[in-house]
């Protein structure tokens, strides 16, 4: 008998959109319906005290209580780890209760943590008031200078901490170089990629033990949730999941529900971020009245020869600086944009701006705002996939206006 013609051979490893839209999840579903339900429960129930004691001894995978997880949240989680090429995930209300939830997780009295010093000032807060309130000592290092990382360990260093690229300068970390000082000391290493995505950098693959993501950007990416994840092995994580079960830091079962819809889209979106990004960035560094543009796409960009070794493509986040302006004058550039909304956050489809100093630093002294690199004439500019020339057009309509 002849032998049936064989199949197509599946490719090796499927591509990223083929990723966002199937991983994680049952091809057959509940009802038969095509996307995932909502499971709006905050408890699940028990046939019998047999049943119970099963689920208890392990002997049964289930749900129990929703603050312990979520059977949509399975299905997001296994697509986030497959996203970053990671073995597990684990899903949280926010991208802060995730970095809260792993440093809590991971410290204790007497641990410190060294971190870049460029980076998101709610987390820089979190480690220098807080952990500091439970005897875990903070050191800052400036960003991307390996060797005063390396000389700021110590025998209780536990955890080195960076994001990349950073927010809001966009510097880009050298992440083999970050990873072998961690393993030259045995600590492990935090990257914050929330502005790098899965799509653009691959922390795991270069060794990093937890990959961080507040996906309220980028992977919701429609500016209408928040949440936030880890990326790491089951073993790395499972403390971590046991005390998220305790912070019930977790994420509303509608809440997954439009995580799980916005990261069908997620590489697709992200062309058009880069795409919107790279323009914008080379507009406003040929543009008379600006004096700085930060975006790792740029050539002369400090970190542009290890961005594009590490990266595919350099995000939708652009910050340049106005040419000779004060925060006042800075602000009417902001106020004289049309397209972009003023707001904090960045990632989603719709395009946000802001002043660091007005949005995020307000509160500080000029003297922290200079230590953290925030100069008043900054403008944060969050590229949605709206047409480029659209927002080219809008920026220099707004940069001519003032
Ligand atoms: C780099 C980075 N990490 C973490 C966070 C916190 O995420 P969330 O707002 O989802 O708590 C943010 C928020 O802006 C961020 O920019």
Known sequence: ???????????????????????????????????????????????????????????????????????????????????????????????????????????????????????????????????????????????????????????????????????????VVDLERFVAIGRRHKIETLIDATLGTPYNVRPLEAGVDYVLHSATKYLGGHNDLLAGAIIATTEKLEPIRKLRGIMGAISSPHNIYLLERGLKTFPLRMEQHNRNGQAVAEFLASHPRIERVYYPGLADHPYHQIARAQMRGFGGLVTFAVKGADWRATARVVDAVRLPRIGPSLGGVESLIEQPLVMSYYECTPEERRRFGIADNMIRLSCGVENTEDLIADLAQALDAV
């Open 1 to 171: 008998m002849a032998e049936k013609p064989s199949a197509a051979p599946p490719a090796a490893r499927p591509g990223l959109s083929t990723i966002a839209v199937h991983a994680g999840e049952d091809r057959q579903k509940l009802g038969d319906a095509m996307t995932d339900p909502i499971f709006c429960t905050s408890t699940y129930t028990f046939a019998d005290t047999r049943a119970a004691i099963d689920f208890i001894e392990q002997k049964q995978p289930r749900e129990e209580y929703g603050r312990y997880g979520n059977p949509s949240e399975k299905v997001v989680e296994r697509k986030l780890a497959a996203l970053d090429g990671g073995e597990a995930a684990l899903l949280f209300a926010t991208g802060m209760s995730a970095f809260v939830g792993l440093l809590m997780a991971r410290l204790s009295a007497g641990d410190e943590v060294v971190f870049f010093d460029e980076c998101y000032h709610r987390s820089r807060e979190f480690c220098t008031k807080h952990l500091s309130r439970f005897g875990v000592r903070t050191r800052q290092v400036p960003a991307c200078d390996y060797d005063a990382m390396e000389a700021a360990i110590t025998p209780s260093t536990k955890l080195l901490i960076s994001e990349s690229p950073t927010n809001p300068h966009l510097s």
